[in-house]
């Protein structure tokens, strides 16, 4: 559906309520009750078969009653009335139907081919549907309030102004309160439920071009249309408008809670994560990441260019608890300039070195313009990127001025800023809160929310300078790929096609072609048994290592040979590969893979026995520069390996970076091509390159590839 299409549901100038009822705690009186309050300015229609009127409002007996084109008929029907609902509101070209009903996929395969049904009436009809099992949607900009959870008109205010897309009703109401509570303006929440039609990504390609939105707060169970939200989220990055989303579906059963949730599939939620933040999405984990992240950017929606962080406190303890906090977090904090120095140093007291964290001591106490004071010079320096400013705040006057000293200097910083009034939930002055509320600056009473939110703040702004560095390599095309794995000898041209080292040898189809390459490269050699089919060569007993002369190699052959037919009776090899030993290095892993929804995701870490003991890798959006790349190497927890430990030499960091770039690009130009596994790849020292010692690849079928190019 196009954003014209959700233009009528979002800001509808007619709404029709089928099964109207005058019962106030009913679902359509609660409805109701919602319109009057928002003072719902349009033309509005109630259907019911029993009653003339509700309300005073005339009633007609049947949606095929009502004037043609409403522009959204609220369904309060049973959930096996819907689909016949739908058909009618299409009869009668209504634009758009809220399904409230539960009922459809959440409850299984029954429940999934009423949906089924549900939607392939509503497409055939050219009715925009929002449900089924949601709790509808809210725009406060206009005062359309299409839900039956009570609400209040909330004005939205000039901004910042918050757009809000969540599967679940109760999210969206919490996130809805969360930003009403911290003195946000919410333009739109919307519960979009199992999403037999509209899906979250629909609602966002609408929102992100709503002048009356300034941010995006998400919280899904399943993105159902992965290029789709990739390109919401790119133009999201141009216009300016920070998303941030919450995205549960780490473990195996958050995946199973939201299968039982909102029928929703879950896909790999790491390949997500990874080209969700390459279009400078700010994935959180938490709900309070959630509220305090989007709170930040949307008053801050400028990404922090340069600059580090900057963390003032009255608390001298606090600054030990920052310090381990920031490192913990990733949150690098600035060193202050010698200006920034010299002017805390006339603020400060004369025994109190400046440093960062700041610790302002307690002589805030009878000099609280200290507060506003030091916070100026900190923001004027222009090595430090954001503030963070945790205080104790005493008595109510004590507080308020404490706010009358910061919030002003706070009011007029362009870079990001968050107060902090410690003591969890301790009380708090009437006055200091007015105060706060009225300046419109980020609040919290936890320091460990504030760095949290505050380092999320600080990677938007990496993402979005590196999302406008992008590989422009192009690979080649592959004629005549078939399905399947590849045997390991093909693999390896490939790779050396690409520039990508491998050890020097051959394939051999007998024992003496075996004895001849052996002869040619020296010994020792591994010997391995090559078939299409034969892809775990190990398990099959069809590897054989460090053969050091011919007898050795004579022995392999026949031991191996009697593996495989114990193996895999009947298989026929293409042969033996022979292959000179290695010389030593890092074990590394590279490869590719194309996830079924979401396209292809690159990958690398420590490789070998390492990559099952450790699971040390990054996934890789797949154009990222080779320069990327290597800072992304830079990120593994064994990334001190890559630099050489115990008196060993660092290692040609570049060459795989450059073999990883290669990858990606061969993958991209050939939709055939699902899986890449280079395991291990030898790092040898700098500037002496990288040896592949085996490579998997395994394509797709003629459909899945059509599919996947489709995708890329």
């Not at 941010?215 to 216009?239: D, G, I, N, S």
């Not at 593994?636 to 050489?644: C, N, V, Y």
């Not at 596994?677 to 040896?691: C, H, M, T």
Request: hydrophobic share 45%.
């Amino acid at each position: 559906m196009s954003s014209i299409d959700l233009d009528r549901l979002l800001r509808p100038q007619s709404i029709a309520v089928v099964g109207a009822s005058p019962e106030p705690a009913s679902v359509s009186g609660l409805l109701l009750a919602n319109l009057r309050r928002f003072g719902y300015a349009g033309k509005l229609h109630l259907v019911s078969r029993s009653r003339d009127e509700v309300d005073g409002i005339p009633c007609v007996k049947t949606i095929d009653d009502l004037p043609e084109g409403v522009d959204v008929a609220v369904l309060v029907v049973p959930q096996a009335a819907v689909c016949e609902a739908v058909a009618a509101c299409g009869r009668r070209r209504v634009g758009a139907a809220v399904v409230f009903a539960s009922g459809f996929a959440e409850l299984g395969d029954d429940g999934r081919a009423s949906q089924d049904e549900l939607a392939r009436i509503a497409r055939q009809g050219g009715v925009a549907v929002l449900g089924p099992n949601c709790l509808g949607f809210i725009n406060f900009a206009d005062g359309v309030p299409l839900t039956f959870e009570p609400v209040q008109p909330v004005s939205v205010g000039h901004g910042p102004r918050i757009g809000i897309v969540a599967q679940s009703g109760a999210m969206s109401g919490n996130l809805r309160q969360a930003f009403h509570g911290k003195g946000l303006g919410v333009s739109f929440s919307v519960s979009t439920g199992n999403e037999a039609v509209l899906s979250t990504e629909d609602f966002l390609a609408a929102l992100v071009e709503a002048p009356d939105v300034d941010a995006l707060a998400v919280f899904v169970e399943m993105l159902r249309k992965p290029a789709a939200f990739l390109r919401v989220a790119a133009r999201a990055r141009e216009l300016g408008k920070p998303l941030v989303l919450m995205h549960p579906g780490r473990s195996q059963r958050a995946r199973e809670a939201a299968k039982s949730h909102t029928g929703a599939l879950a896909g790999d939620y790491q390949t997500m994560r990874t080209l969700a933040e390459r279009e400078g999405v700010v994935v959180v984990d938490t709900m309070d990441e959630l509220f305090d992240v989007t709170a930040i950017l949307a008053r801050y929606p400028a990404p922090v260019a340069q600059g580090k962080a900057a963390v003032a406190s009255n608390s001298g303890a606090l600054r030990g608890v920052a310090l381990d906090f920031c490192e913990d977090i990733g949150l690098e904090l600035a060193e202050f300039a010698p200006a920034t120095m010299q002017a805390l140093s006339e603020i400060l007291p004369d025994f109190m070195a400046p440093d960062n964290p700041l610790d302002l001591t307690a002589i805030g106490m009878q000099k609280p313009e200290i507060f506003g004071q030091s916070a100026r010079a900190i923001l004027d320096d222009p090595d430090v990127g954001s503030l963070v400013m945790p205080l104790m705040g005493g008595s109510p006057a004590q507080q308020l001025a404490k706010a009358e000293s910061l919030l002003p200097v706070m009011q007029t910083s362009s870079k990001p800023v968050c107060f902090v009034m410690m003591g969890d939930s301790g009380p708090l002055g009437e006055e200091f809160l007015a105060r706060v509320k009225e300046s419109g600056m980020p609040f919290l009473r936890s320091p460990d929310r504030a760095l949290r939110a505050m380092a999320h703040v600080h990677r938007y702004g990496r993402l979005r300078a590196a999302a406008g560095d992008r590989s422009a390599g192009r690979g080649a095309r592959i004629p005549e790929l078939r399905p399947g794995p590849l045997a390991e000898y093909k693999g390896k041209q490939w790779l050396r096609d690409l520039g990508i080292g491998t050890p020097s040898g051959g394939l051999a189809r007998t024992r003496e072609e075996a004895l001849e390459i052996a002869g040619r490269i020296g010994y020792p050699v591994v010997l391995k048994a090559q078939a299409d089919a034969l892809m775990h060569k190990s398990d099959a007993g069809g590897v054989a290592i460090g053969l050091a002369d011919a007898q050795a190699l004579e022995a392999a052959w026949q031991r191996i040979e009697a593996a495989i037919g114990r193996y895999r009776p009947g298989l026929v090899l293409d042969g033996m590969l022979v292959e000179a030993m290695s010389a030593p290095g890092l074990e590394l892993v590279i490869g590719c893979r194309r996830d079924p929804n979401w396209g292809v995701v690159a990958l690398v870490g420590l490789g070998g026995i390492w990559i099952e003991a450790l699971q040390d890798v990054r996934l890789l959006a797949p154009d990222l520069t080779e320069a990327q790349i290597v800072r992304e190497l830079g990120k593994l927890k064994g990334a001190r390996l890559l630099s050489g430990l115990r008196g060993r030499p660092a290692v040609d960091v570049a060459a795989v970076a450059a073999a990883v770039r290669k990858l990606a690009d061969l993958v991209l130009a050939n939709p055939e091509i699902v899986e890449v596994d280079v395991n291990p790849l030898i790092a040898l020292p700098a500037g002496e390159g990288i040896v592949a010692l085996d490579a998997l690849f395994v394509m797709a079928g003629q459909e899945a590839a059509h599919n996947a190019g489709i995708r890329s």
